[in-house]
């Protein structure tokens, strides 16, 4: 029995040092597809059947996970192929000209590739940290119309609203409040989704798939 135990937890610990970014789990059966960083996700064993299965199950926190599907959700439920009415497309809801800047042109290709939503939300976030490296360094921290100015709360304005615009809004002190076709500013952003850990994502200046 103490031998059994031995290896199970020895093949618990040899599992986990292989955890890929397209991790599995499985919830009634059916077979769930996230796109996780290593330190956010943790090893399960499954008693109910014999041999132990083990699977991955995402820990949706203020980690990186949390933080994109945070931001999933408020654009379009998580929904992979939606398009809105001003022609923005996806789960994260980018614009075609975004998508070229990241060398991405064909849209339907997209719409039909999650993998390739959830790199390009990632090259995304990685140019926009690095266009706004220095004013992340000087904002963090400080408080401004009563909101507190969080590294995440700026990247998720950034994707709302560009990183010029973002810009604008830290260094007027909050006065360039710039928003979208739908009334949503940045001063918005900057408020739903402070506080997340963005420390994953690393600044690239020319971030590009």
């Known amino acids: 029995m103490k031998k059994n135990l ?21 919830k009634k059966y059916k077979k769930v597809r996230y796109n996780l ?5 943790i090893v399960t ?8 299965e083990f699977y991955y199950t995402p820990t ?4 990186y996970i949390g933080f994109k599907e945070a931001i999933a959700f408020k654009e ?37 590739d999650p993998k390739l939503q959830e790199d390009a939300f ?9 266009i706004l490296i220095r004013d992340i360094k000087r904002s963090v921290g400080k408080t401004i119309n009563g909101i507190e100015i969080t590294e995440s709360g700026i990247l998720a304005a950034a994707h709302l609203a560009g990183a010029g615009n973002v810009k604008k809004y830290l260094r007027s002190n909050g006065e360039a409040n710039a928003h979208d076709a739908y009334g949503t ?4 952003y900057m408020k739903r989704f402070a506080g997340y850990d963005t420390s ?3 600044p690239v200046k020319n971030a590009r798939l």
């Open 76 to 112: 379009s439920r998580g929904n992979y192929k939606k398009v809105n009415s001003l022609g923005y497309l996806g789960k994260y809801q980018f614009g075609e000209s975004t998508l070229n800047r990241i060398r991405i042109y064909d849209t339907q290709d997209f719409l039909d």
């Open 37 to 41: 960083p290593k330190a956010n996700a």
């Open 60 to 63: 949706v926190d203020n980690l």
């Open 122 to 130: 990632y090259a995304l976030c990685s140019l926009n940290k690095w």
């Open 6 to 26: 031995l290896f199970i937890v020895t093949l618990a610990i040899a599992l986990t040092a292989f955890t890929q970014d397209d991790s599995l789990f499985f």
């Open 45 to 52: 064993v499954n008693k109910s059947v014999e041999p132990f």
């Open 185 to 188: 500013n940045v001063q918005n």
């Open 200 to 202: 994953f994502i690393k």
